[in-house]
């Protein structure tokens, strides 16, 4: 259905009504669900809040890394933020998003607009229908020729009545808050395991003086035994064994090393370094990082607003949600705008070309359309059940998502408490090990006892030693590991850009990103999230 504009044949009621129907029609109702947070199992308290190590007082752990006291962890973090290259490529999908939402907003707005314009020759036979009766315009030749030229512009708007390009708005829109918390996920991710990276490269680093020190005092074995062999007060198997207890102390030495190297590797890697240019940051061991005795965890259901896994897994369902709308929308029938002006001129009879741009020669077309795709075959209502499918999916995957959270949590937590009660006791058998393996030295230089007595407290020290600094470390690392549950870090990056200038510069070079690449353009936070607002598009 198409009325031409031609002068007298359509009023300005007409237009007018046609404008309001259009109004009327991006104001209906939108079909399809409305999303509502999916509800999750949550519990009331952590199994350890009863330990008076744990407080239930809420914090967002913003910079949780330096209640470790450590300068370098500190140090590394900073450069970890602004180098590492996963991260970078979490804040590029950021931008993307953000023009992803651009193309869908665009789709509100007329779908097809063009400017046309055309002049064309043509030659014709004087016995050809429609020839000219005038024999001025007629040549010796027997053929005649005309111009003929237009410029103008068409449009096509398919109407939102039912809402589903607001719908794919709302899709787009909670996929970009979406994009926004796996950046912060990201860099959670990336805080906890530089963290984890370092505390074990210290670990190592104190293991790896444990087995040197250790060699030095069965070395001292070794020649106390050498020389009461030499002497007759021994036999030689007191040698070999005091050979093979030290053999196999150096022996852990290289494979320590290697772990440290491995370290050392991993960190450069999420700094963003080739290995060996952290030589000068790291620096001489300063020990094991000491781990605060308490930790402020808050309670479980804090857990919906500060991991930003979460809160993606939240905004993907929204996303979804908003899906089944769009499919929704195709069952209905499809109503469109579609117009045309424009001026054409020609040479033909008493006309010129050059009055083209006369309003005389303006043309014009205006009118409502619709389609309906009735004979689908199930196709459409297929989608809709498959759009569904996926937001129940998606509304499970959140549900995972929180439980998940809180057993990470709690295994941490666990790990954390149960870890100083055993570095506590492991101290006290380290202690008593030193003092065992003095006296054993002592009475075999004397004669009281036989090498066996050494090389048993010889063997004790070191494994007591190596197990008390082990779960030092695994204090830390379990404390890193709750403050990665608990969500904590994402904020290092607020008021900073998601993507660092250089890459900035670089795609603006290739491209024109118009003001996407303004932080203002892009939102600040997913924590309290409301409604998607309809944006305008960036043009």
Same mark, same amino acid.
């Given at each position: 259905?198409?009325?031409?504009?031609?002068?007298?044949?359509?009023?300005?009621?007409?237009?007018?009504?046609?404008?309001?129907?259009?109004?009327?029609?991006?104001?209906?109702?939108?079909?399809?669900?409305?999303?509502?947070?999916?509800?999750?199992?949550?519990?009331? @308290?952590?199994?350890?809040?009863?330990?008076?190590?744990?407080?239930?007082?809420?914090?967002?752990?913003?910079?949780?890394?330096?209640?470790?006291?450590?300068?370098?962890?500190?140090?590394?973090?900073?450069?970890?933020?602004?180098?590492?290259?996963?991260?970078?490529?979490?804040?590029?999908?950021?931008?993307?998003?953000?023009?992803?939402?651009?193309?869908?907003?665009?789709?509100?707005?007329?779908?097809?607009?063009?400017?046309?314009?055309?002049?064309?020759?043509?030659?014709?036979?004087?016995?050809?229908?429609?020839?000219?009766?005038?024999?001025?315009?007629?040549?010796?030749?027997?053929?005649? $020729?005309?111009?003929?030229? @237009?410029?103008?512009?068409?449009?096509?708007?398919?109407?939102?009545?039912?809402?589903?390009?607001?719908?794919?708005?709302?899709?787009?829109?909670?996929?970009?808050?979406?994009?926004?918390?796996?950046?912060?996920?990201?860099?959670?991710?990336?805080?906890?395991?530089?963290?984890?990276?370092?505390?074990?490269?210290?670990?190592?680093?104190?293991?790896?003086?444990?087995?040197?020190?250790?060699?030095?005092?069965?070395?001292?074995?070794?020649?106390?035994?050498?020389?009461?062999?030499?002497?007759?007060?021994?036999?030689?198997?007191?040698?070999?064994?005091?050979?093979?207890?030290?053999?196999?102390?150096?022996?852990?030495?290289?494979?320590?090393?290697?772990?440290?190297?491995?370290?050392?590797?991993?960190?450069?890697?999420?700094?963003?370094?080739?290995?060996?240019?952290?030589?000068?940051?790291?620096?001489?061991?300063?020990?094991?990082?000491?781990?605060?005795?308490?930790?402020?965890?808050?309670?479980?259901?804090?857990?919906?607003?500060?991991?930003?896994?979460?809160?993606?897994?939240?905004?993907?369902?929204?996303?979804?949600?908003?899906?089944?709308?769009?499919?929704?929308?195709?069952?209905?029938?499809?109503?469109?705008?579609?117009?045309?002006?424009?001026?054409?001129?020609?040479?033909?009879?008493?006309?010129?070309?050059?009055? &083209?741009?006369?309003?005389?020669?303006?043309?014009?077309?205006?009118?409502?359309?619709?389609?309906?795709?009735?004979?689908?075959?199930?196709?459409?209502?297929?989608?809709?059940?498959?759009?569904?499918?996926?937001?129940? @999916?998606?509304?499970?995957?959140?549900?995972?998502?929180?439980?998940?959270?809180?057993?990470?949590?709690?295994?941490?937590?666990?790990?954390?408490?149960?870890?100083?009660?055993?570095?506590?006791?492991?101290?006290?058998?380290?202690?008593?090990?030193?003092?065992?393996?003095?006296?054993? &030295?002592?009475?075999?230089?004397?004669? &009281?006892?036989?090498?066996?007595?050494?090389?048993?407290?010889?063997?004790?020290?070191?494994?007591? @030693?190596?197990?008390?600094?082990?779960?030092?470390?695994?204090?830390?690392?379990?404390?890193?590991?709750?403050?990665?549950?608990?969500?904590?870090?994402?904020?290092?990056?607020?008021?900073?850009?998601?993507?660092?200038?250089? $890459?900035?510069?670089?795609?603006?070079?290739?491209?024109?990103?118009?003001?996407?690449?303004?932080?203002?353009?892009?939102?600040?936070?997913?924590?309290?999230?409301?409604?998607?607002?309809?944006?305008?598009?960036?043009?």
């Amino acid at each position: 259905m198409t009325a031409f504009l031609t002068r007298g044949s359509l009023h300005l009621e007409r237009i007018a009504g046609i404008l309001l129907l259009a109004v009327f029609a991006v104001s209906c109702a939108k079909v399809g669900p409305d999303f509502v947070r999916p509800g999750a199992q949550v519990s009331d @308290q952590w199994i350890e809040s009863n330990d008076e190590r744990v407080r239930t007082e809420i914090e967002d752990h913003r910079q949780w890394w330096t209640s470790f006291q450590d300068p370098v962890l500190d140090r590394l973090i900073e450069i970890a933020y602004r180098e590492n290259l996963t991260l970078r490529t979490a804040g590029v999908r950021v931008l993307q998003a953000r023009a992803e939402l651009g193309i869908v907003v665009g789709r509100l707005y007329p779908q097809s607009q063009s400017l046309s314009g055309s002049w064309d020759r043509s030659r014709s036979s004087e016995r050809s229908a429609g020839a000219p009766q005038d024999p001025h315009q007629l040549t010796s030749s027997a053929y005649f $020729t005309t111009s003929q030229a @237009q410029v103008g512009g068409a449009a096509a708007w398919e109407l939102d009545f039912w809402g589903k390009f607001r719908r794919a708005v709302e899709s787009a829109d909670a996929s970009l808050l979406a994009a926004v918390a796996d950046y912060d996920n990201a860099l959670v991710t990336l805080t906890a395991e530089v963290a984890t990276s370092y505390i074990q490269l210290r670990t190592y680093e104190e293991r790896l003086k444990i087995a040197h020190e250790n060699a030095v005092i069965q070395r001292e074995g070794l020649r106390l035994a050498e020389a009461k062999f030499r002497g007759g007060a021994t036999t030689q198997r007191d040698v070999e064994q005091a050979k093979t207890l030290l053999a196999g102390t150096e022996a852990t030495i290289p494979a320590l090393q290697i772990l440290v190297g491995q370290a050392e590797h991993s960190l450069s890697l999420l700094l963003g370094k080739v290995q060996g240019q952290l030589d000068e940051i790291l620096g001489e061991s300063r020990g094991i990082p000491s781990p605060p005795l308490e930790v402020a965890v808050g309670i479980p259901a804090e857990l919906l607003r500060r991991r930003p896994d979460i809160r993606s897994a939240e905004l993907q369902a929204a996303a979804q949600c908003a899906q089944i709308g769009v499919a929704k929308a195709d069952l209905y029938p499809h109503f469109s705008l579609q117009g045309s002006f424009g001026f054409l001129s020609t040479d033909v009879g008493r006309f010129k070309l050059e009055d &083209m741009f006369l309003w005389k020669s303006r043309t014009g077309s205006l009118g409502p359309t619709f389609q309906w795709d009735v004979l689908n075959y199930g196709r459409l209502t297929n989608n809709v059940r498959v759009q569904d499918a996926l937001f129940q @999916q998606a509304i499970l995957t959140y549900e995972q998502a929180v439980l998940r959270a809180q057993k990470e949590v709690e295994d941490a937590l666990i790990g954390f408490l149960r870890a100083q009660e055993q570095a506590k006791l492991l101290k006290e058998s380290t202690e008593a090990a030193t003092r065992s393996l003095k006296l054993a &030295m002592a009475q075999y230089r004397e004669g &009281m006892t036989d090498f066996t007595t050494v090389l048993t407290a010889q063997q004790a020290l070191l494994e007591q @030693q190596n197990n008390w600094v082990s779960t030092l470390g695994d204090i830390g690392l379990n404390l890193v590991s709750l403050y990665r549950a608990l969500g904590g870090g994402w904020q290092l990056r607020e008021g900073q850009d998601f993507v660092p200038a250089p $890459t900035k510069a670089a795609m603006s070079e290739r491209t024109d990103w118009g003001n996407l690449l303004d932080p203002k353009a892009l939102p600040s936070s997913t924590q309290d999230r409301k409604e998607p607002a309809i944006r305008r598009p960036d043009w």
